[in-house]
């Protein structure tokens, strides 16, 4: 999938955060986005999965103007064509790992045989098969990542968009997670977008953009 922003501005009451966003990004590249704490990151990744709308500007997706849909339009793209992952996971935890990884399909309305062949397969994929009927408060931080990341590529989305997705683990689960993410997004064509702290995880991404000011520059 390509994403095409322009222009892209929010603003909060006595704070503007964004101010004139430009990215494109073509579908298998993965973009990493840093900046200090409070610069607007958070809310740039809101818009662009469009849990957020923008107070003037474009996103468009594949030539797709989706900057202005109605909450259920909206809705229904996001579960059917873009993917989250989360610093703080955001599993439900009275529910099973492939409970979890299905909540995409279910939300989308999707055929539930062909969503449990592809959570088994990404499950194999990120060596989680052997958890599969387990409960998500019995995994560590790590294989709980996993699950996110397999419930963020079920629906084979077009765009990935990776908030400190590494945040909450040990530098050498974070390495491996990361690997497993950029391997499977690329797999699958996505693009990515990856907003990071930290210069190690960056490092890994095809293209560096800082958000500075309200904009995003090299």
Do not use: W
Request: hydrophobic share 45%.
């Amino acid at each position: 999938m390509r994403l095409a922003v322009t222009g892209l501005c929010k603003s909060y009451p006595g704070l503007t955060v964004l101010s004139g966003v430009d990215l494109s990004l073509a579908a298998g590249e993965v973009v990493a986005i840093r900046g200090a704490s409070g610069t607007g990151k958070s809310t740039l990744l809101h818009c662009l999965g469009l849990l957020d709308r923008p107070d003037s500007g474009s996103i468009r997706l594949d030539g797709e103007e989706v900057t202005g849909l109605k909450p259920g339009v909206a809705a229904t793209l996001r579960a059917k064509r873009l993917g989250f992952v989360f610093q703080a996971f955001h599993l439900l935890p009275e529910f099973s790992v492939t409970e979890n990884v299905l909540m995409p399909a279910r939300a989308a309305g999707t055929s539930l045989p062909a969503a449990r062949a592809r959570a088994a397969e990404l499950l194999q994929r990120t060596g989680l098969s052997g958890r599969a009927t387990a409960s998500v408060t019995t995994l560590s931080g790590g294989e709980r990542q996993r699950v996110a990341l397999c419930r963020a590529l079920l629906m084979k989305p077009g765009l990935l968009l990776a908030d400190e997705p590494t945040g909450n683990l040990d530098p050498v689960t974070a390495g491996t997670v990361l690997d497993e993410l950029v391997s499977l997004a690329k797999q699958d064509g996505a693009a990515v977008v990856l907003v990071t702290h930290d210069p190690t995880v960056a490092a890994r991404a095809d293209r560096r953009l800082e958000l500075l000011g309200g904009r995003l520059c090299e």
